[in-house]
């Protein structure tokens, strides 16, 4: 990144900071100005062919990721270049990325990257969304926080990963708190019944009327993929 103060907050509070203190999660962010070109230690440059903006050198990423390997050898390693241009982080991309002993995360600016970044170093790109940022940092944050939550040891209760918004498909279920009435507001009585069975269909149906009404996309992908689990093998 040519921004490393963009780190600090997220990374000094909260549970990233539980996890790297106990050594669940190592995160070392490294500024590209000092993997720049020449005494000025150039990282930009115009883009051939003319027209706006400025476009990241090639020389900075290249060597800050060999920096990266030479110091701090890892065998089993993801190379992501952070773009408007990549496929939209999701869970199954954060679950697995979580599977790599380290992702090496390559935060894009102004205008974008030298070509031969995309093509010659990174083994994929992510994006944050439909959406066009001033930079990868953002997105490089968003990453680093939904994969160290699936790094076992991090969250205070390992349920909590696979019991929540599209671990299993679905939007999470409803969650309520005392008191059980505020502003006229009441609990589902289901959750104070005591009743277990209940209130596990309760929140399952709940999940399903929450993804239909909000997601109702994450109910065609889920049917999809059951119906082809489904299908007998050798069909068309």
Known sequence: ????????????????ARARRAGRVGVRVHDLRRFGVGPQRQVDDAPFGGGPGMVLKPEPLFEAVS??????????????????QGKPFD?????????FDRVVLLCGRY?????????????EEISAGDVVLTGGELPALMVIDAVARLVPGVLGNAASAAAESFASGLLDF???TRPSEYRGLSVPAVLLSGDHG?????????ARAATREKRPDLIEVSSTVT??????????
């Open 111 to 123: 205008e974008g990257v030298d070509e031969r970044v995309r093509v010659g170093l990174a083994d």
């Open 227 to 236: 119906a082809s689990a489904r299908r007998p093998r050798g069909t068309s």
């Open 67 to 84: 920096f990266v390997r030479a110091q701090f050898p890892s065998p089993n390693e993801r190379v992501v270049l952070l773009s408007p």
């Open 198 to 206: 209940a209130i596990d269909r309760w929140r399952n149906e709940s």
């Open 174 to 176: 409803p969650s309520s």
């Open 91 to 99: 869970h199954a991309a954060a679950s697995r990325l979580a599977a």
């Open 1 to 16: 990144t040519l921004f490393p103060s963009m780190f600090q907050g997220p990374l000094d509070d909260g549970m990233l």
